[in-house]
């Protein structure tokens, strides 16, 4: 009964890391690192292992910090909507762990990524790859932590934007290629749009929770119909994105095209962002077509990648 005990909370303490949505983190240094492959035709593949583990475990602990602080700022608990999506892991809320254990296995899951994020930079001597990881973590941490709580000063989706977008495909290329290259930007743009559209899916379900604690979100500042027509140019946008680079560089023409391929999914998800399926409960349907699409997205992007680096 005692091992069962203790097996139960290690999977506590693994499920609340919300590890099903790491994917976020690992996409872009799929991409990144790929494109980099498509460039030069040479991959290395213990960075690439290290910097998977390394984001991985940084967004873990993003996961955990978030919960901790939108605990201590009553944002969770104020929420009366959870989602499968959002509304945090609810293992504070729920009573299964402590918040000071949510806490420490956020410090620690920090610690570790950045640990393995300081033999990168030993591997490399890259001072590029120091300061993209250090703008990693203090984003991460400092995302819900006060005081500068950035997801709540109505730059949040453009801090997740960045952190889980441009920045991570650019150090993923950089270490494949050791190159800082504008070739990289539109890749970086489409998978920055796919993740700002799930953070902004999810974040329709938390709206009361979100207004009751001043947490200014793209929806809480600019209301529902709003947020819903920025969704929908923004995802148009990244095929539009997608189209662009096929065009001016050969390496992400088969990126592009096979990007171009999930259009039959992206028009669904336009269609089911309206106001009835985003706002009342129980319709998940936004949110879940919006995560298969960043999955799909980034998967097409990555194989896309690879065609070209072995056809070539």
Same mark, same amino acid.
């Given at each position: 009964?005692?091992?069962?005990?203790?097996?139960?909370?290690?999977?506590?303490?693994?499920?609340?890391?919300?590890?099903?949505?790491?994917?976020?983190?690992?996409?872009?240094? !799929?991409?990144?690192?790929? !494109?980099?492959?498509?460039?030069?035709?040479?991959?290395?593949?213990?960075?690439?292992?290290?910097?998977?583990?390394?984001?991985? $475990?940084?967004? $873990?602990?993003? #996961?955990?910090? #978030?919960?901790?602080?939108?605990?201590?700022?009553?944002?969770?608990?104020?929420?009366?909507?959870?989602?499968?999506?959002?509304?945090?892991?609810?293992?504070?809320? #729920?009573?299964?762990?402590?918040?000071?254990?949510?806490?420490?296995?956020?410090?620690?899951?920090?610690?570790?990524?950045?640990?393995?994020?300081?033999?990168?930079?030993?591997?490399?001597?890259? &001072?590029?790859?120091?300061?993209?990881?250090?703008?990693?973590?203090?984003?991460?941490?400092?995302?819900?932590?006060?005081?500068?709580?950035?997801?709540?000063?109505?730059?949040?989706?453009?801090?997740?934007?960045?952190?889980?977008?441009?920045?991570?495909?650019?150090?993923?290329?950089?270490?494949?290629?050791?190159?800082?290259?504008?070739?990289?930007?539109?890749?970086?743009?489409?998978?920055? &749009?796919?993740?700002?559209?799930?953070?902004?899916?999810?974040?329709?379900?938390?709206?009361?929770?979100?207004?009751?604690? #001043?947490?200014?979100?793209?929806?809480?500042?600019?209301?529902?119909?709003?947020?819903?027509?920025?969704?929908?140019?923004?995802?148009?946008?990244?095929?539009?994105?997608?189209?662009?680079?096929?065009?001016?560089?050969?390496?992400?023409?088969?990126?592009?095209?096979?990007?171009?391929?999930?259009?039959?999914? $992206?028009?669904?998800?336009?269609?089911?962002?309206?106001?009835?399926?985003?706002?009342?409960?129980?319709?998940?349907?936004?949110?879940?077509?919006?995560?298969? &699409?960043?999955?799909?997205?980034?998967?097409?992007?990555?194989?896309? !990648?690879?065609?070209?680096?072995?056809?070539?």
């Amino acid at each position: 009964m005692e091992s069962y005990s203790k097996y139960t909370k290690l999977m506590s303490l693994f499920l609340a890391t919300r590890p099903k949505f790491l994917v976020a983190s690992a996409a872009p240094v !799929f991409v990144g690192s790929t !494109f980099g492959f498509a460039v030069t035709g040479v991959f290395n593949p213990l960075v690439f292992v290290l910097a998977l583990i390394a984001i991985m $475990a940084l967004h $873990a602990g993003a #996961n955990l910090t #978030n919960d901790y602080f939108d605990h201590l700022t009553g944002n969770d608990w104020l929420n009366r909507n959870p989602t499968p999506f959002s509304g945090g892991s609810r293992f504070i809320q #729920n009573g299964t762990i402590s918040p000071q254990t949510i806490l420490t296995l956020a410090l620690s899951c920090l610690a570790a990524g950045s640990i393995i994020g300081i033999v990168i930079v030993l591997l490399t001597k890259s &001072l590029f790859i120091l300061i993209l990881g250090i703008i990693g973590l203090l984003g991460g941490f400092f995302y819900t932590a006060g005081p500068v709580k950035l997801g709540y000063r109505s730059i949040g989706e453009v801090v997740i934007f960045f952190l889980f977008g441009i920045l991570p495909v650019y150090a993923s290329y950089y270490l494949q290629t050791k190159t800082i290259d504008t070739i990289v930007l539109l890749p970086a743009c489409i998978v920055g &749009l796919l993740i700002f559209l799930v953070i902004l899916i999810n974040e329709f379900g938390d709206l009361n929770a979100d207004a009751a604690v #001043n947490k200014k979100t793209i929806i809480v500042c600019l209301g529902v119909p709003a947020a819903i027509w920025i969704y929908r140019i923004l995802l148009i946008t990244s095929y539009l994105l997608a189209t662009t680079a096929m065009f001016i560089y050969k390496q992400a023409f088969y990126a592009g095209l096979f990007y171009l391929f999930t259009l039959p999914l $992206a028009i669904a998800a336009i269609k089911f962002a309206n106001k009835k399926d985003l706002t009342e409960p129980g319709r998940y349907r936004p949110n879940r077509t919006t995560i298969q &699409l960043h999955t799909l997205g980034n998967l097409a992007l990555t194989v896309g !990648f690879v065609i070209f680096a072995l056809s070539s």
